[in-house]
């Protein structure tokens, strides 16, 4: 009995002292608010916090993926800075969620930012999510590259906007949304090889919702 | 120690010759493998949702698994008295409890290990394994099974029936994953019956100390997690709950 | 019958007291099993145990056993506590029914049996062989116990009580579900036993086979030793343990 006595003190110190790194950026608000929140509970539960990210990544998706009714044509393409899409209000909240559930993973953050920024036309909503990010997440290089891309496209600098992105882009884990923005933004300015190699990268890609997008890329940017 | 092991081999043996461990294997990689649909819809990281989704099918048929043994295990053998004939060898009580956990605990690690590797040559198809972090994650499912095997035991004993034992098990474990969020929520509200809870917390199994897969990413990886004290925690909790089963079962009679 | 008169008792009981209790609902109910037992086996002798159901005899062997504790009074074997390492390295046990693990065959159940009972692995492999064979079980000893009829679990039963060479044997029905040739065998196997050495503690509702192998038979009525009948009183007459034990019985069950 004084061992099992002795093991459960220990146990006890053990359970308070060890402190797993927190998921909650300091002075973050508990919000109960949103869809998925009870499905998004019981995944907490059972300690899949990682999963539950994942799949409201992939509902992220599909909401993206789906056309809004008063849209014309895709909105997956770059505009420019002066076409402000008004459609896809839950793009913020939901990356906002996933941040919560994930902290650690950047790629919805970027998806995010490069869906706000570059297709939407609200640099304001994508350079708050990078905020939150970086708070989590500060040196992450990747977010810090997006600070500045997202910065100088708001100011209508593509050039420098494009520069800035590179080093993002070249990293892993970039969506390939965002490479596939990239590659656009490059063939706009003329830059015919770097936008090439974009390109044939996401024909290699995973995404295969891009790979269309990057054929007829390739090809417009052989002709000339 | 002997007799422990002894034990331990035959609960083992028990549990892959009924056929218990194999089934629990192809249901778990047949679960797998559907989770690749889910990484089909996830574009880009599809090897990420197929290493989560396969880590929780994993964790889940694994605890489960080893409640379901720990459970059934020492309820079977005390209704069909396959335990007298056990209890009037030489064989201490403690002795065989222990060897009875470690059996089940055993069996369940079995098929984890077997379903962490179909998922991990599913993962190379892919061309996206990473070892690191499968290891890491299959680490804190094997801490997770043991202390679950320790808390089912306990509970198996002071309960009458598998169901209850069992019922009462999932709770403790979904508690378990609730530790830090009730602390934090106590510390929040500050009321007189909120600090009641966190003693609360004490007896729980904290298991989001174990839950090293939803922090693989975290800054530095598994390599700043506290692997040591984690699994330190572990063994000390499922002592504590063998310790207090021995308690109890010392004054059975049978 | 073999006999050791200087060692000493194989297994005591000094006015031993069970209550079972139950409790529900706040409710305690207690059944007393035993009522101030005293019994004594010897060392090197066979010992029956005749009662009527539920009179107690099932409750006398599990006390030896330490898998039931005595409400009150004293239990000894071979001088030390029931239940103890010590004490249970010496005692083999054959329960009223016998359960085994269906998924193992009798070989590997022995080995299992025998290696917690202190046997090693060169010890195991000269014993379970004979073992098998002295209760007839070598043509099946690579089967599955699942598959099993009533009289072979209990010539098994037997084979794992006998197997670490006890020097007390606690048999409980040991030749319930046995064919006639089986009981013929199983005599000739536990007389060669306590010619060894071995003491015998029998309990059994088969009168004739207790009268052919006891040296002493203990009644038991009620929980209590109601009469204990040496040999002598019913040797030579056939029928007379018989004649004995409803004598003693009967009045206990007001004369039905």
């Given at each position: 009995m004084k061992a099992a006595l002795a093991a459960a003190l220990a146990a006890a110190a053990l359970n308070l002292s060890l402190c797993p790194p927190?998921?909650?950026?300091?002075?973050?608000a508990v919000s109960l608010a949103g869809d998925g929140v009870v499905t998004n509970a019981a995944f907490w539960s059972l300690g899949m916090r990682r999963l539950a990210a994942d799949l409201a990544f992939i509902r992220l998706l599909v909401y993206y993926g789906t056309h809004e009714d008063d849209e014309e044509g895709g909105h997956h393409g770059y505009d420019g800075p002066d076409r402000k899409h008004d459609g896809y209000p839950e793009v913020m909240p939901r990356v906002r969620r996933i941040m919560a559930m994930d902290?650690?993973?950047s790629h919805p953050v970027m998806y995010g930012v490069g869906a706000l920024a570059f297709n939407l036309e609200r640099p304001d909503e994508a350079l708050a999510l990078l905020e939150e990010a970086l708070a989590r997440r500060p040196g992450d290089a990747q977010l810090i590259s997006l600070v500045a891309a997202v910065g100088f496209h708001r100011g209508g600098d593509l050039a420098q906007a494009v520069d800035r992105m590179m080093p993002a882009i070249d990293?892993?884990?970039?969506p390939t949304m965002l490479r596939n923005m990239a590659a656009y933004m490059n063939e706009r300015l003329g830059r015919r090889e770097t936008a090439l190699r974009l390109y044939r990268e996401i024909l290699q890609s995973r995404d295969s919702n891009y790979h269309d997008s990057a054929r007829r890329g390739i090809q417009r940017v052989s002709v000339f | 120690m002997r007799n422990a092991a002894l034990l331990a081999a035959n609960t083992w043996r028990e549990l892959t010759r009924t056929r218990f461990v194999p089934l629990i294997v192809l249901f778990g990689a047949v679960l797998i493998y559907l989770g690749m649909l889910l990484g089909v819809l996830a574009g880009d990281v599809e090897d990420r949702v197929l290493l989560d989704v396969g880590m929780a099918v994993i964790e889940l048929m694994t605890c489960s698994a080893v409640a379901y043994c720990a459970a059934t295990g020492l309820l079977q053998e005390m209704e069909q008295k396959t335990l007298y004939l056990i209890l009037s060898r030489p064989v201490g009580r403690p002795a065989y409890l222990v060897g009875r956990f470690l059996g089940a605990f055993s069996a369940a690690a079995t098929a984890a290990v077997a379903m962490t590797a179909a998922l991990a040559v599913m993962l190379l198809c892919k061309g996206g394994l990473e070892a690191g972090p499968l290891l890491l994650s299959l680490w804190g499912v094997l801490l997770k099974a043991f202390v679950t095997a320790g808390a089912a035991t306990f509970l198996a004993l002071i309960s009458t029936s598998v169901l209850s034992a069992m019922t009462m098990t999932g709770i403790v474990w979904v508690l378990g994953h609730f530790v830090g969020e009730i602390r934090f929520l106590a510390q929040r509200t500050g009321s007189a019956s909120a600090v009641l809870l966190v003693p609360v917390t004490w007896l729980l199994p904290n298991f989001s100390l174990l839950n090293y897969r939803d922090r693989l990413h975290a800054a530095g990886g598994g390599l700043s997690e506290p692997l040591l004290a984690g699994m330190l925690y572990a063994v000390l909790y499922a002592a504590v709950c063998m310790g207090l089963t021995s308690a109890v079962f010392r004054r059975k009679e049978f | 019958m073999g006999g050791a008169l200087n060692q000493p008792a194989a297994l005591r009981y000094s006015a031993v007291v069970k209550d079972y209790e139950k409790s529900h609902l706040g409710r305690v109910t207690r059944t007393r099993a035993l009522d101030g037992l005293d019994l004594e086996v010897r060392a090197g002798e066979i010992y029956g145990l005749l009662g009527l159901n539920g009179n107690g005899k099932t409750t006398t062997m599990k006390l030896a056993l330490g898998l039931l504790r005595p409400s009150a009074g004293e239990i000894s074997v071979f001088g030390r506590l029931p239940g103890s390492a010590e004490s249970l390295c010496d005692v083999g046990y054959l329960p009223e029914l016998p359960y085994f693990?269906?998924?193992?065959?009798p070989r590997e159940a022995l080995r299992f049996y025998g290696a917690l009972s202190g046997l090693v692995s060169e010890d195991l492999d000269g014993l379970v062989g004979p073992a098998l064979e002295k209760v007839g079980l070598t043509a099946a000893?690579?089967?599955?116990?699942?598959?099993?009829?009533k009289g072979m679990l209990q010539r098994l039963g037997l084979a794992q009580a006998i197997l670490h060479r006890p020097r007390l044997v606690l048999l409980d029905e040991p030749v319930s579900g046995l064919d006639p040739l089986a009981v013929h065998d199983v005599r000739g196997l536990l007389r060669a036993l306590n010619e060894e050495g071995c003491s015998l503690l029998m309990a059994s509702h088969s009168i004739s086979d207790v009268e052919r192998l006891c040296a002493r038979v203990g009644i038991l009525v009620n929980g209590r030793l109601a009469r204990v009948v040496e040999q002598a009183e019913w040797a030579?007459?056939?029928?007379q343990l018989e004649r004995i034990f409803v004598e003693t019985v009967r009045p206990a069950r007001g004369g039905r």
């Open positions: 927190p998921l909650l950026a300091p002075g973050a902290p650690f993973w990293l892993p884990g970039t | - | 693990y269906p998924y193992l065959s000893a690579d089967r599955k116990i699942g598959e099993f009829s030579g007459e056939s029928g």
